[in-house]
């Protein structure tokens, strides 16, 4: 198989390396105004305004193109298939950045289809199909799970001020408890996992942490607030499955 990794950004770079790690010829990543060479597949490591005017031009210089998009429903897309890994990557990853993690599959037809599985296969990802009306929801969880947790962490490093931590101290001594969490809820699942003052029904130490948070990070609040609420009816609901 030889494949073209257009876009040269945080997953472009990764994928063609791990791409040709895993015995594809791969052209790439190419950037922009680069010639794009023929192959037999060309995959679109592009944000999504930039997918339609890509693939016009890519036309002919692929038996298929694909799209690594997660959220775009693939008739919208002038690709053959949807191939979105659910991992974060930051642009340094190494060959096996792609084993074992979920990838959400699509295509337009039979062939596009296996060659969206067969690419998943060659990096030793676990694929899954994911129809058109349900890749926002599917985006949204994986936004949740991973975008949302750096916001919520970037939250917690700011109050640890109040403690007298530097946001590197902050982040030393939480992310223990932080992967542990993860781990809980991996193997357990919410309900069990949940731990700490609202599952315990300790309004005395909720208000003591909220007075805290108003005097050192008031922008924190109204999140602080809502995810007290949110916790409440998950510990609630954890009680009435116990």
Not at 147 to 173: D, I, K, Q, S, Y
Request: proline residues 5%; aromatic residues 4%.
């Amino acid at each position: 198989m030889t494949v073209t990794v257009v876009g040269g950004g945080r997953l472009g770079r990764p994928l063609a390396r791990a791409l040709r790690a895993a015995g594809a010829v791969v052209h790439g990543p190419m950037m922009r105004g680069e010639t794009v060479p023929s192959a037999d597949v060309v995959l679109l490591c592009v944000t999504d305004g930039e997918i339609a005017g890509a693939a016009d031009m890519l036309h002919g210089s692929a038996a298929l193109i694909g799209s690594v998009s997660g959220a775009n429903p693939l008739a919208e897309l002038d690709v053959d298939f949807g191939w979105h890994p659910l991992q974060t990557f930051v642009g340094d990853e190494g060959p096996d950045a792609f084993r074992g993690i979920g990838c959400a599959i699509a295509g337009k037809s039979v062939d596009a289809l296996a060659v969206a599985q067969q690419l998943a296969d060659l990096l030793g990802a676990h694929a899954f199909p994911v129809a058109d009306d349900q890749r926002a929801a599917y985006h949204a969880a994986a936004s949740i799970a991973s975008n949302f947790t750096v916001t919520l962490l970037a939250a917690a490093e700011n109050v640890a001020a109040g403690a007298g931590l530097t946001p590197a101290e902050a982040r030393a001594l939480l992310a223990p408890l932080v992967r542990r969490t993860i781990e809980n809820w991996a193997v357990r699942g919410p309900e069990a996992a949940l731990t700490g003052p609202v599952s315990r029904g300790d309004e005395r130490t909720v208000t003591r942490q909220r007075d805290a948070i108003a005097g050192r990070s008031p922008e924190v609040l109204p999140l602080f607030d809502v995810l007290c609420e949110s916790t409440r009816g998950l510990a609630k609901k954890g009680r009435a499955t116990a």
